[in-house]
């Protein structure tokens, strides 16, 4: 039985090693991401033509008009978008897949009235003829009256 215990007890331990979040690997990589998102902004085109998004709503959409469309459905024009410094989490796979979380602040306009919101995003990025384009995103409000979220 003690053994069984100490078994267990060690594959755990290794197991957490091993999942820590990779935060060095494709250096190079990691800095073009973090240069794509920077960039990102009002009418600015990351997306590949097979780009899949899920909107607030659970809306989806299969191309990246198709997501245009959405947003002008619900009368909805994106002023800004500013990552949160600190909260970008980047993970490179191969060297040709990113996957990221981010906070970002939002600043929109939906039917006239001027917002300011969090959202935080989960966006899968491809590299591609030496180019990285969105393949997938989706976003979620932060309500942060119920999960304040430290932006310093």
């Known amino acids: 039985m003690k053994a069984l215990i100490t078994l267990i007890f060690l594959t755990s331990l290794s197991l957490g090693a091993f999942a820590q979040t990779d935060t060095t690997s494709y250096p190079k990589e990691r800095q ?3 240069q794509l998102l920077r960039s990102q902004g009002p009418g600015t ?7 899949i998004a899920v909107g607030p709503k659970g809306d989806i959409s299969f191309t990246r008009q198709q997501w245009i469309e959405a947003q002008k459905k619900e009368k909805l024009v994106f002023k800004s ?4 410094p600190g909260n970008e989490f980047i ?3 191969d060297g040709t897949t990113a996957v990221i979380n981010l906070l970002i602040n939002v600043n929109i306009v939906v039917d006239g009235q001027d917002i300011n919101i969090k959202v935080r995003r989960l966006e899968v990025y491809h590299k591609t003829a030496g180019n990285w384009c969105r393949v997938a995103g989706q976003g979620t409000q932060v309500d942060e009256n119920l999960f304040p979220v430290n932006s310093k």
């Open 45 to 51: 085109n990351i997306d590949c033509a097979d780009m």
């Open 32 to 34: 073009e991401i973090r």
């Open 81 to 84: 978008l500013r990552p949160v």
């Open 91 to 93: 993970r490179i796979y």
